[in-house]
């Protein structure tokens, strides 16, 4: 989706066939990799909500083996993942809708992380990427709209359950009813919760109705062209990636353990490392 970040050159490797694999998407908050198809064998990994792996072979008896994009292979439970949309499926804009606002409430709860989208921790447009990904749309990873992807603005007036709603800084997806669900990291909120649009409900947020200024939508459904994986380029330790589709972890930059790169797209909050808006 065209987010740019860095990441060390040694934690990275070549995709390789694994672009081009059939992948099932994890929907419960979290799904261990185990070394054999029995719960008391090892764990090998785990992995959240909204992780990719490819499914190898047949599933049984409750169990399925699945590749990870390093190689490593392991067994799952198969109640634990579901269908990865590459577009949205076949159903109603209102089922799809639902879905949306479905997978968002799911992380109610989940402390506020910067960059993360994840039950470990989710910022305010990472809940809304993730509850649109789930549908099989991607949206922009930031909290504003931007040309070329799937969310375009629409009247005030015309939001339903499923649509964007952008503060300045901030991002959240409309339930219906003058409420709305959030990652925010406001002092004493600090993580996923509900909010309202309404002056009289007893969760008004008056510093966000005042600054809202835009709501976006992405019906009529939006088809874009299909993009590659990651690409690495640039030399020395730190090569620059150019986040597309590059859906299985959260690409974290470790504080104090490596200088931040001069160049790359800005962050929000002005500069090329600035923090972003406690909203």
């Keep these: 989706y065209r987010y740019e970040g860095w990441a060390r050159r040694e934690h990275l490797r070549p995709a390789g066939d694994w672009t081009g694999r059939n992948k099932r998407l994890v929907r419960a908050p979290f799904a261990d990799v185990l070394a054999r198809p029995e719960v008391e064998s090892p764990v090998l990994d785990t992995l959240p909500r909204g992780a990719l792996a490819a499914p190898v072979g047949e599933a049984g008896e409750g169990w399925q083996k699945i590749a990870l994009p390093d190689g490593r292979e392991g067994y799952t439970k198969c109640s634990l993942w579901e269908d990865d ?15 949306a606002v479905e997978v968002a409430l799911s992380y109610q709860g989940t402390q506020y992380r910067w960059g993360g989208k994840s039950p470990l921790g989710v910022d305010c447009s990472g809940l809304t990427f993730m509850a649109w990904f789930f ?36 991002i959240a997806l ?15 909120s600090d ?23 835009a709501v976006g939508s992405v019906f009529p459904l939006w088809a874009p062209a299909p993009t590659a994986g990651a690409s690495l380029r640039g030399g020395g330790p730190w090569g620059r990636l150019l986040f597309r589709d590059l ?7 470790r504080a104090g353990t490596s200088p931040a790169p001069t160049a790359g797209a800005p962050f929000r909050g002005g500069g090329p490392w600035g923090r972003p808006p406690l909203l």
């Design 247 to 253: 859906r299985w972890w959260d690409v974290r930059r």
């Design 191 to 213: 993580g996923v919760m509900i909010n309202s649009l309404d002056p009289a409900a007893p969760d008004y947020r008056a510093d966000l109705r005042e600054k809202l200024y």
């Design 85 to 99: 949309y590459k577009t949205p499926p076949a159903v109603s804009e209102e089922a799809l809708r639902a879905r």
């Design 135 to 170: 549908c099989g749309v991607s949206l922009y990873r930031d909290a504003r709209l931007v040309d070329g992807f799937p969310a375009r603005p629409i009247p005030f007036e015309a939001r339903k359950p499923g649509d964007l709603l952008y503060f300045p800084g901030h």
């Design 174 to 188: 409309y339930l219906g009813d003058d409420r709305y669900i959030h990652s925010t990291a406001r002092a004493g």
